[in-house]
């Protein structure tokens, strides 16, 4: 009998279900499955044909977990993207609500506010940065679902895929975290700029690194941002494993990353006139390496951002065709 083939069913049908159940499901139907061979075979020993059909019976990885995680019909997006985009959902709002909260609490600090105009404005940011959170992500995984963007559920028994080798996994964590990072992202460079600071100890005056009306207005850089790294991780996320598909969405999201990232950074001053006019005086004269960073701290950001994506692609590449 193949027991690899039986492996790769039940590595299909368990693995989006939370950790701590997937081992149990996996065994129990690793007994369901051994009752009906012996039910249909009697003595004789199994051949793959026998285990085919069997499994046939027992039904498609999808439906066996629709059945023991419980949302089969519970959903607007249809599985298999549910469960993952339930989950990416989950980190987003609470990303961005967590975000949100904390940009409010820094103002508060920065720009004090009478309590309840305080709260009044922390619950309409609030709202509006959840509301179009909401919108984003449900967009998104519509259009996962609208152009049926193939998620590793296959059900032909020639196509399952392999059980990944421990190189090959894509850890939920790491990409939970990536998720975590682009809304945090967005919500700094958006919402807060002015978090970024530099402070005078003598006066106690505070000067603004970047300039928020600049950073406001090129919204539409940061926001692409934002798109291509939730959607590089809600793939990879979706399939669990390095391959082909991860790798072409990982290059592609790359590229576009690093050509906004490019326009952001160069098309216009990101930096406030002001700090950069006092820099010896924050830094002192004998800082000119600091000075000099500082002067051009869009072309040394754009440089560690390209930097990273490059790390980030290369690392996709090896991962998936490295055998």
């Given at each position: 009998?193949?027991?690899?083939?039986?492996?790769?069913?039940?590595?299909?049908?368990?693995?989006?279900?939370?950790?701590?159940?997937?081992?149990?499901?996996?065994?129990?139907?690793?007994?369901?499955?051994?009752?009906?061979?012996?039910?249909?075979?009697?003595?004789?020993?199994?051949?793959?044909?026998?285990?085919?059909?069997?499994?046939?019976?027992?039904?498609?990885?999808?439906?066996?977990?629709?059945?023991?995680s419980g949302e089969a019909g519970k959903c607007l997006i249809p599985q298999p993207y549910y469960s993952t985009y339930k989950l990416v959902l989950t980190v987003v709002l609470a990303c961005a609500g967590g975000g949100i909260t904390i940009a409010n609490g820094i103002l508060l600090m920065l720009e004090p506010q009478e309590g309840m105009q305080a709260v009044l404005s922390w619950m309409g940011m609030l709202w509006n940065t959840l509301l179009g959170?909401?919108?984003?992500?449900?967009?998104?995984?519509?259009?996962?679902?609208?152009?049926?963007?193939?998620?590793?559920?296959?059900?032909?028994?020639?196509?399952?895929?392999?059980?990944?080798?421990?190189?090959?996994?894509?850890?939920?964590?790491?990409?939970?975290?990536?998720?975590?990072?682009?809304?945090?992202?967005?919500?700094?460079?958006?919402?807060?700029?002015?978090?970024?600071?530099?402070?005078?100890?003598?006066?106690?005056?505070?000067?603004?690194?970047?300039?928020?009306?600049?950073?406001?207005?090129?919204?539409?850089?940061?926001?692409?941002?934002?798109?291509?790294?939730?959607?590089?991780?809600?793939?990879?996320?979706?399939?669990?494993?390095?391959?082909?598909?991860?790798?072409?969405?990982?290059?592609?999201?790359?590229?576009?990353?690093?050509?906004?990232?490019?326009?952001?950074?160069?098309?216009?001053?990101?930096?406030?006139?002001?700090?950069?006019?006092?820099?010896?005086?924050?830094?002192?004269?004998?800082?000119?390496?600091?000075?000099?960073?500082?002067?051009?701290?869009?072309?040394?950001?754009?440089?560690?951002?390209?930097?990273?994506?490059?790390?980030?692609?290369?690392?996709?590449?090896?991962?998936?065709?490295?055998?």
């Open positions: 009998m193949n027991q690899d083939l039986l492996e790769r069913y039940l590595y299909a049908a368990t693995r989006r279900l939370p950790a701590r159940q997937r081992e149990d499901v996996a065994q129990e139907l690793r007994s369901l499955v051994d009752d009906m061979l012996s039910d249909r075979c009697g003595d004789i020993t199994p051949t793959e044909k026998d285990l085919r059909v069997v499994l046939t019976e027992l039904g498609t990885p999808q439906e066996l977990y629709e059945k023991y959170t909401f919108a984003f992500v449900t967009l998104l995984f519509a259009f996962f679902s609208w152009r049926k963007i193939p998620i590793g559920n296959a059900f032909d028994f020639d196509s399952l895929p392999p059980v990944p080798r421990k190189r090959e996994r894509i850890s939920r964590w790491e990409c939970i975290a990536g998720i975590a990072f682009c809304v945090v992202f967005l919500v700094v460079f958006l919402g807060i700029p002015q978090v970024f600071f530099a402070w005078l100890p003598e006066t106690g005056e505070r000067i603004p690194v970047f300039d928020g009306e600049a950073l406001r207005r090129s919204w539409y850089w940061l926001a692409l941002l934002a798109v291509c790294g939730v959607s590089r991780e809600a793939v990879k996320l979706m399939e669990g494993r390095y391959n082909r598909r991860v790798l072409g969405v990982t290059v592609g999201t790359n590229l576009v990353s690093a050509a906004a990232a490019a326009f952001w950074l160069t098309k216009g001053s990101l930096m406030n006139p002001d700090f950069l006019a006092r820099l010896s005086q924050f830094f002192g004269e004998g800082e000119e390496v600091v000075i000099t960073l500082f002067s051009h701290f869009p072309l040394f950001f754009l440089g560690v951002m390209l930097f990273a994506l490059t790390l980030d692609t290369l690392e996709a590449a090896v991962r998936t065709l490295r055998k």
